[in-house]
């Protein structure tokens, strides 16, 4: 059975090794068992049901909340040459029919449904004279309440276990978070199940987060780095949204507003030229989230903050997903924090409101963070590590320290002298000797710490509140808009008996700082012969009427553009590349390769 499995990985899908834990998942399904799969975003969940779908008889059923997604993971199964088919709103009755038709007559591998369709009695019906390989539930965690993202409908899919107990049933999801599991598991009754944790790393992914200031001139000075990358922002409202992408396009960027106030036409249209890759930037709300499944997106950037640790992991993720290196930016400001604690407290449930201030803190001390981001991320997941990633802003550039003890005794001090009434900003413009009616309304001008910090900028005093707060030193009353007052830890600093070291703020994205990034996914040497290819595969994959990364990955063509296959057997041994894409694809391909391309011209005709 094993050779069996490891022959079909490479025959069809053109991979030679199993990603843990694929082989062991793989083998349990194939042998009848649930299995329980939590797997971050890109670590390649689809083949543990795929490979059984084809390994088991009957048809597989996938239910998935993402209609839109269907007709890519269908295409690209086609593609590989296993016989799929989706069921949805999106098909007309005729082609409804005719996959009804397939499934009664064997005909099909796996079918991927929408949940509401999949329970109403009559598909029931029908799945019940069918042989059924296995039902794999994607998005698993849509079932809980817990969850992020709860479906109604998804709670229905409890019923599965009861209604056909000898078919397997994999439930996935990319959920880190152990209460969300655990429910998972109760709602659909598969307490038997194998459950199998891979870790939540993104090896692949490069965080970084800039303090905010001037954020589209930030922003544009990363972009104008990553010629040709696909790439998110993401943006707190749908103004903001509209704003950034109106200026990018006009600094001349292919870049486009996506956002839930948008007809879905247009929505639509945004998704499919950024999948097809005729869209390189897409701005948008956090609603550009479920339906990307783009696998060469390079970066994710987070122009305002997110308001929890687990959206931002979950935003960052979709960076990535191939595996290439990737980038996750954050830009952060304390007016952001402002701004999303305002916004939960507009909620009138005090328990929500406690919970997501909570979340919030989690954030805002990542972005304050000073040490690795990695790992201050993977501890929020409960994944310790013991070492820096080395592949963060904070391992490859770790902040200068200085005594700040001067600064801090003056900041301290200046919060206790405002009664430990105020806010950051107003403490800080104190410090510098603002001169506004306010603070002469407050008298505050006659304060003895007035003006004592006017050799340093308010951005430099933000940062340093910033860390004040993040050690301990003043406590920030989330309740009362954000007023600061001071700890107990701040008595011995204010009495000069102890230092306080903090980092040195970074400055915004230097020029320098292109030259200083990871190397992106292709070296110069390469470049000239995975841009062919990639031409290559836009020209295919628009004749066939499917988003490049159907035909091949970029990892598949970068392998190429490395490897330099001369023939068919060693095209077959690059990453990706099955036996059916082999005889579709194979002579394009090397072809170009080889530099005998002059003019090639693909005639989809010339398609197996
Ligand atoms: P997920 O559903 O977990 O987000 P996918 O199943 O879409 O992830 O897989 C992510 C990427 O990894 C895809 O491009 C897929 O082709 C690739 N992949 C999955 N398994 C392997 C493997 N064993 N070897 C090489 N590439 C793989
Ligand atoms: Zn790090």
């Not at 105020?422 to 003895?448: M, N, P, T, Y």
């Not at 990034?517 to 009427?545: I, M, S, W």
Request: hydrophobic share 40%; charged share 25%.
């Amino acid at each position: 059975m094993i050779t069996t499995i490891h022959h079909t990985l490479k025959t069809v899908f053109g991979f030679h090794r199993f990603r843990a834990p694929q082989q062991e998942v793989i083998e349990r399904v194939v042998a009848g068992e649930d299995v329980f799969l939590v797997m971050p975003t890109g670590g390649g969940k689809s083949l543990c049901y795929q490979i059984p779908a084809l390994h088991r008889d009957g048809v597989a059923i996938v239910v998935s909340p993402l209609i839109a997604l269907m007709k890519d993971q269908v295409d690209a199964l086609q593609d590989n040459g296993v016989r799929a088919a989706c069921l949805n709103s999106s098909l007309t009755s005729d082609e409804a029919r005719q996959v009804f038709r397939q499934m009664r007559n064997n005909e099909l591998d796996l079918l991927y449904v929408a949940p509401e369709r999949l329970l109403l009695p009559d598909f029931l019906e029908t799945l019940s004279t069918l042989q059924l390989a296995l039902f794999a539930i994607d998005e698993a965690h849509c079932i809980s309440q817990w969850g992020h993202d709860f479906r109604p409908d998804y709670v229905k899919l409890g019923q599965l276990r009861s209604a056909f107990p000898h078919v397997p049933i994999v439930a996935m999801t990319a959920t880190a978070d152990p209460e969300t599991r655990k429910d998972i598991v109760s709602q659909l009754g598969i307490g038997q199940a194998t459950v199998f944790v891979a870790g939540f790393d993104r090896p692949n992914i490069t965080y970084t987060v800039l303090p905010k200031h001037k954020p589209f001139v930030q922003l544009a000075g990363f972009l104008k780095g990553r010629n040709d990358e696909a790439g998110i922002i993401y943006a707190l409202s749908r103004k903001r949204v509209e704003q950034i992408a109106g200026q990018l396009t006009q600094a001349g960027f292919s870049a486009a507003a996506y956002h839930a106030g948008l007809s879905d036409k247009e929505r639509s249209r945004v998704q499919n030229a950024f999948r097809r890759d005729d869209l390189r930037i897409v701005v948008a709300t956090v609603a550009f989230g479920m339906g990307i499944d783009k696998p060469n997106v390079r970066f994710v950037v987070h122009y305002d903050m997110p308001k929890s640790v687990e959206s931002y992991y979950q935003e960052t993720g979709r960076a990535g997903r191939d595996g290439l290196p990737s980038e996750a930016l954050m830009l952060f400001g304390m007016g952001d924090v402002m701004t999303a604690r305002s916004l939960i407290e507009n909620s009138d449930n005090a328990e929500r409101v406690r919970i997501e201030i909570q979340k919030l803190n989690a954030m805002v001390a990542y972005g304050e963070a000073l040490t690795c981001r990695r790992r201050a991320l993977l501890s929020y997941f409960g994944d310790q590590r013991d070492h820096d990633c080395d592949n963060c802003d904070i391992c490859t550039d770790p902040p200068q320290r200085f005594d700040a003890s001067k600064q801090a005794q003056k900041a301290l001090s200046c919060v206790f002298r405002v009664g430990e009434r105020f806010g950051v900003r107003h403490v800080i413009e104190v410090l510098r000797g603002a001169k506004s009616q306010r603070i002469s309304d407050l008298r505050h001008h006659e304060l003895s710490t007035y003006g004592i910090g006017a050799d340093q900028s308010a951005l430099e005093w933000e940062n340093i509140f910033r860390q004040l707060i993040h050690l301990g030193y003043l406590v920030q009353d989330f309740t009362r808009y954000g007023v600061l007052g001071l700890s107990p830890a701040a008595r011995p600093v204010l009495k000069g008996e102890t230092e306080v070291i903090l980092g040195l703020p970074r400055a915004a994205i230097k020029p320098e700082a292109k030259a200083k990034r990871r190397g992106g996914a292709v070296d110069a040497l390469h470049q000239g012969l995975f841009d062919r290819l990639r031409t290559l595969r836009k020209q295919v994959a628009d004749a066939a009427n499917v988003p490049p990364f159907v035909v091949f990955s970029d990892a598949t063509l970068l392998e190429m553009a490395l490897s330099r296959p001369r023939d068919e057997r060693e095209l077959l041994a690059v990453t990706g590349v099955g036996e059916h894409k082999m005889r579709k694809y194979g002579a394009a391909f090397l072809s170009v390769v080889s530099g005998q391309d002059a003019g090639f011209d693909w005639k989809p005709d010339k398609a197996a």
